[in-house]
């Protein structure tokens, strides 16, 4: 998409910026904040910017690794499934020596948190799963990411259109296209032959022991909000928190929906 109403905007001043080579692949993580560390895994497209980590960053450190193929982190031709992310991860956080702390996801982020939790539930204080993707509820499917014209993305993604357009360019920028186009095809990969996500994962979800906050937008289109009760049944010690007037982008449209996050989390 190449014209907005705005210009695209970057959260990640004040930041620091650090660099892992885990298994030849370039990983880039952000951090901010002290305190307990709480990871968080982004969705698919990381123009929207991290934001919501400052108010986080207040009561804990906040870490955020770009996926392999995601933002600025390098490619990674020889990951294509959700399971090679999850093991990528395994491989970060031991480099990081993260081995109790909070796990936070966002829509393709949510999938790789609850997918991460399923195989190493020790290692988590609480999850927090944000409009995750990754559930195959065949009662309220997922649109597919080429289901719908461009020019309806900004529908998709919030209840007000108007707040999605902010974090768009103006003017056409190819760098914005380039490295959201990169993002989507990368998904494409990654979910390969089940667009609606792990057909296994509902029979899994009981070892995610840990806390566990489901949030979800009240009026998501893209991730449908019925899929929240699906996530709820499996989940054995779960919390669901649904923000009113609220599409896909949670955290940009309603900003408040942050401090529920921080109120789970030390609650």
Known sequence: ??????????STAGFARAEYDINGIRTVVLSIGRGPELVFLHGTGTFPGFEMARGWAAKHKVIIPYHPGFGDSGDAETLDSIDDYVLHYMDLFDRMGLHN??????SLGGWLAAEFAIRQPQRLRRVVLVAPAGLVVEEAPAPGLFDFP???????????????LRYFPSAPDPAFDARLGRE????????GAHPQGNPKLRQWLHRITA????????QDRLRPTAQAQAWMAGLPNGTLKLVPATGHLVFEETPEAAHIVTDFLTG
């Open 211 to 218: 806390p566990t906050l489901v949030l979800w937008g009240a």
């Open 1 to 10: 998409m190449t014209e907005g109403s705005g210009s695209a905007i970057d």
């Open 101 to 106: 702390f909070d796990l936070a996801g966002f």
């Open 150 to 164: 461009p020019q309806e993305l900004p529908a998709y993604l919030a209840h007000d259109p108007a707040v999605v």
């Open 184 to 191: 989507v095809t990368g998904y494409a990969k990654l979910i």
